[in-house]
């Protein structure tokens, strides 16, 4: 069961999580090791708005603490579990996608 203080304390992980990537590319600016020039000044921008986007729309933070005090307490856990609707969606999208794949490849022999 997530308790109050572990649900607080997963929401105050992500908050920091988010301040160190906007601290990060502040730096990166700031010292002009990235300009808009950069090969990699599109990917970063990319990436930055997947993280966000991943942060924002992620598992329910009270969820992902539930799962975290669930494999603390259970060492059979394995070490990537999937948490939240999100995340079984999209790995029942990647599976359908690998079978369909694999199916083709077995009609072109």
């Given at each position: 069961?997530?308790?109050?203080?572990?649900?607080?304390?997963?929401?105050?992980?992500?908050?920091?999580?988010?301040?160190?990537?906007?601290?990060?590319?502040?730096?990166?600016?700031?010292?002009?090791?990235?300009?808009?020039?950069?090969?990699?000044?599109?990917?970063?921008?990319?990436?930055?708005?997947?993280?966000?986007?991943?942060?924002?729309?992620?598992?329910?933070?009270?969820?992902?603490?539930?799962?975290?005090v669930a494999a603390v307490d259970d060492p059979?856990?394995?070490?990537?579990?999937?948490?939240?609707?999100?995340?079984?969606?999209?790995?029942?999208?990647?599976?359908?996608?690998?079978?369909?794949?694999?199916?083709?490849?077995?009609?072109?022999?």
């Open positions: 069961m997530v308790t109050p203080s572990t649900a607080k304390r997963t929401r105050q992980l992500v908050t920091e999580t988010q301040r160190r990537l906007t601290d990060t590319r502040r730096r990166i600016e700031t010292n002009g090791w990235l300009t808009q020039w950069s090969h990699y000044a599109t990917a970063l921008a990319q990436a930055d708005d997947r993280v966000a986007a991943g942060i924002a729309n992620g598992a329910n933070p009270a969820a992902v603490a539930d799962a975290i059979t856990t394995p070490a990537r579990v999937l948490v939240g609707e999100d995340a079984l969606a999209r790995w029942d999208e990647f599976r359908r996608a690998l079978i369909k794949l694999w199916q083709a490849e077995q009609v072109s022999e």
